[in-house]
């Protein structure tokens, strides 16, 4: 198969994605008042309704419904004046009424957009000329989002004795439904997805975004955030749509991102071959990295649609719909625009400080403790130093960014410094002096090391003098070693060359 | 000694709380008349014996204790078997579910419980209330206690037949096209069929869950509205999204006068095709009687209600396959023994627990609700539904009531219509109400001319003007002298109170 960048020289991709969202911050089901748990005892959480027992009916949980409109505010959505749910019909176990509660044509929110910035080498995959505007290299991909709509989740089974787990073969079934009834929100974009960076920087961009509403633990892994993706391919400059297949087991952003590159590459090695893709699902081997057929669509499946008679419509009032929008925060494009309007950080620091909302909020707690000008620093900090660390203090973190703002500790001595602090509420500060690590700026008392480097590094002198500059970096190394690590590097630096050049 | 026949609720919870006899008094009474007369009417699925005998304990002990007593304590209730009781199997008069444990209690049974009922037991039925004969129960008929060769009505048939005979002063039912109001009519007892969310749903099994709606059945309007007054005490219920806070005093007003006030008739439908002459005459007959009693008799017309068997033939077995498809032998009900795959497991437990009836509905909705026919039919249904309300609407706001038979016909002998389509056709008279979730209520009138056996007027009115309706039921009651009749052939059979 062609490498991914080849192909997409000769044909365009077009990618939708359904991301499948879990409201796990809520305290109780969709429909009934089970407690929202997965790791409780199978079937502990449950009650006649969510059980599909006679009689049982469902009564709607109004917070789940605040939570899709600020998905749905945070997404640039049209928050629907009314909709309602719709019962979606088939036989399956996982399933405990035999239908799924879900809505129909209209849901609460539609006709939104994300925009995604690409940069890197992700910015290479789309060579067209759809890129909108370009910042620092980078660009924007307006991705529209079709509609987010409430339904449901089925119970988990568990299949023994069959192969891989999958019914067929079984010797038998096990069904736990706890999580039966979960609230279950269905993103669903347009196909305006181009390349497999956009749909992995598009997931990310949503569960940072989900994540910052606090409506979702969004973890892909335990299957919180669940994604499936549509993906066709068109020669390039054509407009109609190819036949697409639709991938599934995307748990992870790599696999996202590796299982459309694979499919963009053997629908292309198809085509140019005069084959036809076949519409099917296919599932995603990340061990083997490569796609496989789950099954062929031939027909669509007849899910007898229609209105859910035990719900009456929902008519969203004005004050409803601007009481949720008071409860959306700030969310990562305009937090990332402001830490770098107020503290000049890099774009693309301020970013990814701003994409997660614990380490937003943390990195704002400590600017306070730090002086304006060593922001920057902190982001740095926060960035690169704090996720090593298990439990590092507010005060800890502070402490090391001025430290590191004023030049006293390089990098890897504050690294050695936080090892011997994390989880002991000990002061980087301290421990620093205690080891006399702290970097001098004691200008005389450096000189005399300088002084004993250039005595010993004749050779390395005459090169400079010669012409050789660079050599001044070897000799900086030189004075590091014989302070034991505890002068400044750059006072270090200034010294040679005042001694050197005069 | 009195005989439990001649009592009223009201008169049942007064006796009670003057000390002439205790409530376990009237519940052994109760279970006398039940051992006496039910074997002949078929009437009950289960006799709930031990539950009657402590909740009627539970009311002496109150009463020894001073408290002062519920509206209902210790009047004899019994329960169509589509309805939740803890402690009792629900069975719906259905294979699928001969064994299924009630899992919690229905709020509408919970809630005549909480006035004071006595639990007696659970009633035959339709199976999963399809049909208007109580012939398509799985498990026997039942018969009407006026000619016991005849049907007693349907769905709510074991409903009507305990409390025409005398076997339970009050029993609850359930109304999706009729289900009340038919059975009432053709047994000889009042049935209402309240304002659709005036009373829970929650813990009735579903049928057609925008249809549906439980009801009190009893030998007089008062006792009705006292079970009404029980049903809506609370107000509205959490558990069902489409229930409605209808708490209030519906004997408040109940022998107002209705001197001045304005009944509708409808011409067209007194000469419809099928209906039995005595019927017509005894309702144009009720007419005049309404109309001595001082209120104004206006011609009204419902110009789409040809239209509401079709629009009902459509929407309820849409609902009905929706709602019955949870029941597939995977967590509880029938289960088809040594099957090989769950498909299997599903499709045999569904062929074999659901009988001929339950079948063709949820294949009638099954059809209507595919895709490129759902909108040929069920959209167009949601159509008719719509004009339907607007009909009933533009006639409410000429009359507060409007006059009808609830039954073409007295009560058929047992398998003398056969064909489905002839059953379907019965129920012109009452499914246009559940379409537009009106409320309606059947009172006896008379014997009829030829047959001899009973007939109900039926009154419908507006949507939750449930009390007003029943002030038009009482009127009438009060002119026709039909109230408190328990069927000859059982009256006076057991039930004495010692």
Known sequence: MRKLSEVLHDWEAVIGLEVHTELTTLETKMFCGCRLSHDDPPNTNVCPICLGMPGALPVPNRKAIEYIVMAGIATNCEVMRRSMFYRKHYFYPDMAKNFQTTQGPVAFVMHGHLDLEIAGDGAKERPDGTIEKAIDGSYV?????????????????????????????????????????????????????????????????????????????????????????????????????????????????????????????????????????????RHWEPSRKRTVVMRVKET????????????????????????????????????????????????????????????????EDASHGVKPQAVPMLANVMLNLVPAYKALTLLQITSITELLAADALSFSQARKVLEAVDGTGKMPLAVARDWGMLQSNDTEALAAVVDEVLGRCEAQVQQYRDGNKKVVGFLVGQCMKASKGAGNPKVFNQLLVQKLEG | MTSLDTLTA??????????????????????????????????????SENLALEAAAKTDAARAAGESLPPLAGVPVAFKDNMNLLGTRTTCASRMLETYESAYTATCVQRMLDAGATPLGKLNMDEFAFGSTTDSSAFHPTNNPWDITRVPGGSSGGSAAAVASGQVTLALGSDTGGSIRQPASLCGVVGMKPSYGAVSRYGVVAFGSSLDQAGPLGRSVEDVALAMNALTAGGRDRLDA??????????????????????????????????????????????????????????????????????????????????????????????????????????????????????????????LLSSGVYEKYYLAAQKVRTLITADYQRAFAQVDAILMPASPTVAWEHGAISDPAALYLADVFTISNNIAGNCGISVPVCLGADSGLPIGAQLQGPAFADAQLLTFARALERACHMEGIVAPAFAGKGGELA
């Open chain 1, 141 to 281: 991909a307006p991705i529209r989002i079709l509609r987010i709509h409430m339904e449901e989740d089925a119970a988990k089974m568990v299949h023994v004795g069959g192969a891989e787990g999958r019914i067929g073969g079984a010797s038998e079934s096990l069904i736990d439904y706890n999580r039966c009834g979960t609230p279950l929100i269905e993103l669903v974009t347009e196909p305006d997805l181009r390349t497999p960076e956009e749909a992995r920087r598009f997931m990310e961009k949503l569960r940072q975004t989900f994540l910052t509403l606090g409506i979702s633990d969004c973890s892909l892994e335990k299957g919180s955030m669940r994604c499936d993706g549509n993906v066709s391919l068109r020669r390039r400059g054509e407009s109609g749509l190819g036949t697409k297949t639709e991938l599934k087991n995307l748990n992870s952003f790599k696999s996202l991102h590796d299982a459309l590159a694979y499919e963009i590459c053997r629908q292309a090695e198809v085509l140019e071959a005069g084959g036809t893709v076949l519409q099917e699902t």
């Open chain 2, 242 to 367: 489409t229930s409605q806070n209808c708490a209030q005093d519906h004997l408040a007003h109940l022998e107002d006068p209705i001197e001045g006030r304005a009944v509708g008739i409808i011409p067209a439908l007194l000469e419809a095709e099928g209906l039995a002459s005595e019927v017509r005459t005894a309702i144009l007959d009720a007419a005049d009687k309404l109309a001595s009693a001082g209120a104004h008799i206006v011609e009204v017309d419902l110009p789409n209600m040809a239209s509401s068997i079709a629009a009902y033939y459509v929407l309820a077995p849409c609902e009905a396959f929706s709602n019955l498809a949870r029941f597939d032998g995977v967590r509880y009900g029938y289960q088809e023994p040594r099957c090989t795959t769950l498909a299997e497991q599903s499709s045999l437990s569904r062929a074999h627990g659901f009988g001929p009836e339950a079948k063709r509905r949820q294949m009638l909705g099954a059809y």
């Open chain 2, 10 to 47: 009201r008169q049942i919870a007064a006796g009670i709380a003057a000390g002439d006899f205790t409530a376990t008094e009237v519940a052994h009474a109760a279970l006398d008349a039940i051992s006496a007369r039910d074997a002949s009417t078929q009437a009950f699925l289960q006799v």
């Open chain 1, 300 to 363: 669509n499946d007849d899910y007898r649609f229609f209105p859910d008679p035990d719900l009456a419509p929902f008519d969203l009032s004005d004050e409803f719909i601007e009481r949720c929008r008071a409860r959306v925060p700030e969310l990562p494009d305009t937090k990332r625009d402001r830490y770098v309007a107020t503290w000049g950080l890099k774009r693309s620091d301020a970013a990814k400080l701003a994409g997660d909302p614990a380490v937003a909020r943390r990195f």
